[in-house]
């Protein structure tokens, strides 16, 4: 992204928004509700395009340009969003991810699923570990169970990247610390990771470098000891914070 900015409704929620990611590197792009972390999700996504300018301010695997499909098969995508729609659509565990294929939500299938993209959605979800799962309807599952099915879909075309949107959201303890894990071996695995979240402690330890976003502006941006500091999450939070440090994971407390 150079010089990004997108408005809606006639306000400017992203403002001048420049960085680059590359293929293999795991980032968080981390800020407060409403900070605009959602809106560079969906430029990254093609869900959302910026004002226009020359050249155009989103690159997405070197090109400008982008079928909306042809783009969603180059990610993994997870979102809180997305879960809401596939669980509202009936469609079974095994048609979900297997709709991964074709980038879309709940897109109907002409005919049965070639045996290949079959064997395809069978091993994302033996990675999960919900091979349990694929004959029942998403709208039976827990938050956890279909957090790990929506990975399975983003996994299933064999992405470089995956970008998981505030993936932890509704997940209780126990769900969080096995989502986590998957997470940590799916890096571990070779894909790249773009996690957007507002929580610090989501951050696993493989994940070094951190993009900062307050009121649709990057704030800081680079590796996370230098970026989770006290002073600069006090003045991306709004309030005194204290950053601790313990094995590579971070959190935010009340000075």
């Known amino acids: 992204m150079r010089d990004a900015t997108v408005l809606l409704g006639g306000r400017p929620v992203l403002r001048e928004a420049?960085?680059?990611?590359?293929?293999?590197?795991?980032?968080?792009?981390?800020?407060?509700?409403?900070?605009?972390?959602?809106?560079?999700?969906?430029?990254?996504?093609?869900d959302l395009f910026p004002l226009y300018r020359e050249p155009a301010a989103v690159r997405l695997f070197g090109r400008e340009r982008w079928d909306l499909f042809q783009i969603r098969g180059r990610l993994g995508i997870v979102?809180?969003?997305?879960?809401?729609?596939?669980?509202a659509g009936g469609e079974s565990?095994?048609?979900?991810?297997?709709?991964?294929?074709?980038?879309?939500?709940?897109?109907?299938?002409?005919?049965?699923?070639?045996?290949?993209?079959?064997?395809?959605?069978?091993?994302?979800?033996r990675i999960l570990g919900i091979e349990e799962l694929l004959g029942r309807l998403v709208g039976t599952l827990s938050s956890g169970q279909m957090r790990r099915v929506l990975v399975a879909r983003a996994l299933v075309h064999e992405p470089k990247t995956l970008l998981l949107d505030?993936?932890?959201?509704?997940l209780d303890i126990a769900a969080r610390h096995t989502f986590a894990e998957r997470v940590r071996h799916l890096a571990a695995r070779g894909h790249a990771i773009i996690l957007v979240t507002h929580e610090l402690?989501?951050?696993?330890?493989?994940?070094?470098?951190?993009?900062?976003?307050k009121e649709g502006r990057i704030l800081a941006d680079g590796p996370k000891r230098e970026v989770l500091v006290s002073g600069v999450i006090s003045e991306l939070f709004g309030i005194p914070l204290t950053v601790r440090e313990e094995n590579g994971r971070y959190r935010a407390v009340p000075a």
């Open 18 to 46: 420049s960085f680059t990611l590359e293929e293999d590197e795991h980032v968080c792009i981390l800020g407060p509700n409403g900070s605009g972390k959602s809106t560079i999700v969906r430029l990254i996504s093609g």
């Open 79 to 87: 979102s809180d969003t997305l879960q809401a729609w596939q669980a």
């Open 93 to 125: 565990v095994r048609d979900t991810i297997l709709s991964g294929f074709f980038g879309g939500v709940g897109l109907p299938m002409r005919g049965a699923p070639e045996t290949w993209r079959e064997r395809k959605a069978e091993e994302a979800a």
């Open 166 to 170: 505030e993936p932890y959201t509704s």
């Open 201 to 213: 402690s989501e951050i696993p330890p493989e994940m070094d470098r951190v993009i900062l976003v």
